[in-house]
């Protein structure tokens, strides 16, 4: 079954990687055109969890890439660790429907694109670690604007990409 005879349905990944149990912890899907990493295209990584804030980093990241030839923007979506028999649906059912906004904002740009879905206890470190193995040239996330309070308290991915990247990051609130 394709795409195109059930537009709601989910396509399945172009990759897949699993842990040593083989819980899957990965999934990577690629639009039509796109380029592995490391081909010497300009490369914007966007964290998307869905959010009005990260979709408004996705059309930032957009406009940045569409400034460069042939450049292509990443997005990449988060999951905490969920259970083997979960990972295999909700990964790629949670990281497909968070990235589905910014995805299509993407293509209306005429941009080439992947996701990835990955797992992770830590989405900073995840985000930060992709970035750095696609060779992104830089990586843009949406900021809830968090007081210091709340940061301290809950936690702010955004903060912490800004501490752990090796190259330009980009918040937008």
Same mark, same amino acid.
């Given at each position: 079954?394709?795409? #195109? ?15 040593? #149990? ?6 990577? =899907?690629?639009?039509? @055109? ?9 490369? =914007? ?39 083997? $028999?979960?990972? $295999? ?6 990281? =497909? ?28 470190? $995840? ?10 040239? @830089? ?5 809830? @604007?968090?007081?210091?309070? $709340? ?15 090796? @190259? ?6």
């Amino acid at each position: 079954m394709t795409t #195109t005879a059930l537009p709601d349905a989910l396509p399945a990944p172009d990759l897949a990687r699993r842990d040593s #149990t083989g819980r899957l912890v990965a999934a990577t =899907w690629h639009s039509a @055109g796109s380029r592995p990493a490391g081909t010497g295209r300009a490369r =914007w990584l966007v964290a998307v969890d869905g959010s009005a804030c990260a979709l408004r980093a996705a059309a930032i990241a957009a406009r940045l890439a569409a400034l460069a030839p042939h450049a292509e923007v990443d997005l990449v979506h988060v999951e905490p660790w969920l259970s083997l $028999e979960a990972a $295999e649906t909700e990964l790629v059912q949670r990281g =497909w429907t968070a990235m589905a906004p910014a995805r299509e904002l993407l293509e209306a740009a005429a941009l080439h694109w992947r996701l990835h879905a990955l797992m992770g206890s830590d989405a900073a470190t $995840e985000i930060v670690g992709l970035a750095h193995t696609l060779g992104s040239c @830089g990586i843009a996330i949406g900021s809830q @604007g968090l007081t210091a309070a $709340e940061s301290l308290f809950m936690g702010s991915v955004a903060y912490k990409i800004l501490h752990l990247a090796r @190259g330009p990051t980009l918040v937008v609130r």
